[in-house]
């Protein structure tokens, strides 16, 4: 009987692999863009402040999406199992998004915009939220619970692009010295 409803995930692997790969190449590729940009870190006044809030989110949240496509990829038993870890993730994600608000909330250096707080909080909140659901109710819910769980999973994947984006971004172009005058006539 557990074989039978543990099944089920078999059919999501080809999605959990695609989410899982891409989310460990992102990470991987987050650390050579920090690596990469000292310079603009530093022009940009960019500190370990600024960084937990804006890049380590991103780090997390693609970290998330590989975990929570390496537990629907694992051989379970029961359908239970898994819910609960993925609920678990939830949970966790619910709680550091917490802490990343609170830097949000307390940020000197860039002060949020509107759609800082939709990416960096909002999203990431409803994702969590909804792994954590999904988590729980996947034993008594699987098809419903399964279908948020990779909703929620895609979404932090695109979360985490967005972020990262608007991160490279903003240090490689909005914090550029500015160039005078004479500079431009240099050139």
């Keep these: 009987m ?4 543990v099944s089920i995930l078999d059919r999501w692997d080809t999605f959990y692999v695609i989410i899982g790969s891409s989310s460990a190449a992102l990470t991987g590729l987050m650390f050579v863009v920090v690596t990469l940009m000292p310079e603009a870190r530093r022009r940009a006044g960019v500190t370990g402040a600024s ?28 359908l239970w199992q898994p819910g609960l870890a993925v609920g678990l993730a939830g949970l966790a994600g619910l709680i550091y998004c917490g802490l990343v608000t609170r830097r949000f909330v307390r940020a000197t250096e860039y002060k949020p ?6 990416w960096h909080v909002v ?7 909804i ?9 008594d819910d699987a098809a419903d619970a399964l279908y948020g769980i990779g909703a929620a999973t895609l979404l932090l994947l695109f979360i985490g692009i967005h972020n990262a984006w608007d ?16 500079d431009k006539r240099k050139r």
């Design 2 to 5: 557990p074989e039978a409803s």
């Design 51 to 78: 960084a937990s809030a804006f890049a380590t989110p991103t780090v997390v949240h693609f970290c998330a999406a590989l975990l929570v496509s390496a537990i629907l990829t694992a051989p379970w038993i029961a």
């Design 113 to 118: 915009a509107f759609e800082d707080w939709l």
């Design 123 to 129: 999203l990431s909140i409803a994702s969590y939220l």
């Design 131 to 139: 792994l954590f659901v999904g988590g729980f109710t996947l034993r």
């Design 167 to 182: 991160s490279v971004t903003y240090m490689a172009f909005d914090m550029q010295e500015p160039v005078s005058v004479e």
